[in-house]
């Protein structure tokens, strides 16, 4: 067995993990670190994981994590910059959840996240954890950067038509639709039931980090600079992300149904639906598939991409959990074959 | 004080016509009418209203109809053309909250809704009532088709850049979120509380009924034919739309909010916010609001705007109440001054 | 026009005041106080307010609130009563919306709060705010004592029952719901919209603070002491509170319906609903009505009464204003006649 | 492999039965029925599905039952009673998830469910499937009537409490809490989205078709003729029923901690939380567990029990797969072994 270890499991990400973790059936759960915590049972914070998980939090420090075979990162922002080092010297494989190994640019890094990078020297061996895209990199790789949940829907909606080249690169709108789990576990007042609830909104209009990270990857799929607008909105519900994607069609004849059918057929967690459909976001609630939609307007020659995915599975945790699938060469869809949660 | 019959009120706009009416200062609600309920008390369908109203549901043919000042249709489509001449020849006034006289094209009409208009020679009399674009129109009407929730968010969302020329009309993209309401007060299966809460989807892609009436407005704002990719999508909330429409700049200097500003600047219930907002539906629910704020983003030269309306108030009945003050030489605001319910 | 102060404006309760006042007839707001937002725009908080309200938040310890006629107490608990005794002396009118005032034993307070209380010589003069029980009193008092949420719903579900005697005061159960605002507008975990959210759950059951309210009440009522259990749940929906009450009849051939229906026959915001009905929240969501509908059992001679009112309106700002209109010798329902917001 | 059959698999129950299924470790699904849907793909009807199931639904009447080992009736109520005997005679074993075989007297069903009972001689042989009270008789029987998600949720919250004898059975009032899922997937008004969200109602006062159903349970534990009033409520969320059951104590003394943990010890899906807990349904969502509270009030010597279930699971599906696991000597908690989806 696998021994796993997770750090900071307190978030809806961290619960994600155990979740997951606590059925695989080829990984056990060795430490579960969190500062806030730390010396309480799991099971006390989570009271759907009691008679599921037996170990309390630790110190982020513990010297348990360096029994483990992978340490996944759940931390947020700028935390496992200045931890991962140590551990891979130690001979452990990370994945992290976050995002600071996500973009390869340290300046790029420096100006959305507002500080120096720690951990400069391993943006270069860290892979982007997107296994539609770089199955072989991460089968090799010691460290893996998860990818974020938007940038998962919008990235897997545009690999075939950047690919196959149908579509203008300067053309790229991604209107995405989060739940509010997005957001992770904390007390805010925004994120209050009385002041999401009954409610939606845009917000980060003017710039959301995760706009260089989907612009990393379409710039190589596009193989030059793309121009990308991107809005996030807010949904009521808990779980969820839903991106309408459009682009400017550069050919009209093209059979765009079994281009995306061809690109995906042997990819397990990717669900191209047939032409006309409309995927919901419940249809993947709790499990690791994106399904994906493409309809085109003749009138106005654009494509418009649907892609739904579970932002805390396929967007987060369980893509993590795939991705540890690969990089131990254990079947890709080990402890992520149950369906989803409807209604 | 104005005699007001509302046609086929069992419906949530109908609903929410008998809400506004019943605390009109200066207008009475007259005769309800509904096939279904005819007989019943509306406050046995609708216990809100209980102490608000006295009357019972008539049936539709009912003669108490032309002892009225205005009739307002919340019916289906394809009913008040074949009520609304009859009513038109007694002298009465009516506004029709369905679909039937909104597009001035027949044929076009009958292309979207599946059959003969049966009352085309009234197109070119019926002014559509939508007050910041036709108010003067509207003061002379006797026959306002009262505009469709998506036409409002959208329309209003667009009309400064148009008129102002700032924006590529072959560029134009809405995609539009609404909240279940929107879809009727129905016995659905896919409206069922467990079918659409905790979910979010795309639905008519390949083409909604909107996109004509949307059209047309923008035609003639555009003085050419636009190109337009409309998409609608379900948020598990009840009240409320989202617009946000995004479109190619044609000058990069102009100082948006500013234009936005000053076109609005005597529009009773258009509220263009600060610049950097992201208004949220709740801010407009349950009133006659229109919120809007406009984004750009300089790398893709795209202009993105956020426009948000509670669907049955100033996306259908509030609305109304609207075409009816001003039918009528009314204060604009009259019956429409209350703020929106927070939280 | 009655000059009116809301000190802690920024929580619901606060919000649902200036909602309400922003449109009374015979009242104006003249200052709104707020310690983390002082010097802010009112509007700038709520922007439901945009247009509506002018005033910037001030400073709690203001000079301004000794200008008003009337001062609204929208704190947590343990505050007013420090500020109440200066404005009293100064000859304003108080109606305090936390429980500061609401117990008229000091010891018991002091058990319940944890602290000694500051005022407590105001115990005396202080009138518990519920018209249905102290219309007179409230009147003539210059200090009112808010009632809470709970207490509302589930005192007005039994007055006519105990003032009859035909129940059993040592067999009282109350099981009541509660939407999510009423925990008040804070960013506590708990709240977050993903731990709300597709959740229900009982909280409080060794004891909440407003079971010494009710029974103080029906203590008076029963003219005897009471038992009564109390359970609170916290349901999924922003307002509404509803009150199953549960009681052993003592009589068995009372006739219920006309108890009720005769004991609120003049009460303005009491709607003794049908025989058989199951009164909803929505019913009364954004109103100042309670709607009650009274149940027997034969099998086991328990009388259930289903009491349903906002928890932000008759349960808290609306019932404020309500007094003031008593205080003030206006209309009972001036600036509180507006439906329920359905659906 | 088991080989089941699941009629009239379109609704929720059958539904959570195919979710379950899919991935039992011993059983496959043979035959999926729907006379509504019959000759479509499952997985066009329930998209969640696609990729997990690749049936198509057939006739009710199909001979492939008779090639089950196993068949659910997931049918509304009277319609299992014409077909169950039939197939018992095949030799099949059955769990019919419906109310057709859950009392054993055939004049008290007729007087709840307004027919003559088709099958009355089978009641004798049908064993109520609650395996914390009938383990043994389960696992000889053909025929097993699946209990009802209320009772499930009360009963099991009683058992203790009766067995010892401690409460007053003429005192039991079960105040219970259902998510929409319990009303079935209809197209009902009053299960729509807008009328059931941001709401909260009580329901059947006068009588629900469980409460025969739960007092034939706890006659049996009382050994006497219970008296019960029970409220149901409909909560705006999809999963989960909250039951909140009162009774009198008789005896002050007993350490009612240690009777639930005792009784409950060895039971895999019951789970006893710790003193003073308030256990949400959200802790056993989409999971087989009935969490417990046991509380109780001093001063009004009452037992508060606060007992949650996932509706459709150990309310139902998950139940009668626990049953199957029993009647085929299978590990109890074969298939059933995944935590609840939270948040």
Not at 97 to 125: C, I, N, P, V
Not at 270 to 295: E, F, Q
Not at 307 to 328: E, P, W
Request: charged letters at 20%; a neutral charge.
């Amino acid at each position: 067995m696998i021994k796993a270890g997770v750090v900071g499991a307190t978030g809806y990400t961290g619960l994600e993990l155990l979740r997951l973790l606590v059925k695989h059936p080829q990984a056990t759960i060795h430490v579960v670190t969190s500062r806030a915590e730390s010396g309480k049972p799991v099971a006390d914070i989570f009271p759907g994981l009691r008679g599921e998980i037996d170990l309390c939090f630790s110190e982020h420090e513990t010297s348990l994590l360096k029994d483990c075979d992978i340490v996944f990162f759940a931390t947020p922002n700028a935390t496992a910059m200045h931890q991962v080092p140590a551990l891979l010297q130690a001979g452990l494989k990370i994945i992290d959840l976050s995002a600071d190994f996500r973009l390869q640019d340290a300046q790029l890094w420096s100006r959305w996240y507002g500080q120096t990078h720690a951990a400069e020297e391993l943006l270069d061996q860290a892979v982007y954890g997107l296994p539609e895209l770089h199955r072989e990199k991460i089968a090799k790789a010691s460290l893996v950067a998860n990818p974020g949940c938007y940038p998962t829907a919008v990235i897997l909606a545009l690999i075939p038509a950047l690919e196959a080249g149908i579509i203008d690169p300067q053309s790229i709108i991604a209107d995405a639709k989060s739940g509010i789990s997005g957001a992770g576990r904390k007390a805010e007042l925004h994120n209050n039931f009385c002041e999401a609830s009954e409610n939606f909104k845009a917000y980060a209009v003017p710039g959301h980090r995760h706009l260089p990270e989907i612009c990393q990857a379409l710039n190589t799929l596009a193989k030059k600079t793309v121009s990308l607008t991107f809005v996030p909105h807010l949904v009521p519900m808990v779980r969820g992300i839903h991106a309408t994607v459009y682009a400017q069609l550069l050919q009209k004849k093209i059979d765009i149904q079994s281009l995306y059918e061809k690109r995906y057929k042997d990819e397990p967690f990717i669900d191209v639906m047939p032409m006309g459909s409309h995927p919901d976001t419940r249809s993947v609630r709790g499990s690791n598939y994106c399904r994906l939609a493409a309809h085109t307007s003749r009138e106005s020659n654009t494509l418009v991409l649907l892609s739904v995915i579970d932002n805390l599975t396929k967007g987060a945790a369980g893509q993590a959990i795939q991705n540890m699938n690969i990089m131990f060469g254990l079947d890709e869809t080990a402890g992520l074959t149950f369906p989803p949660l409807s209604p």
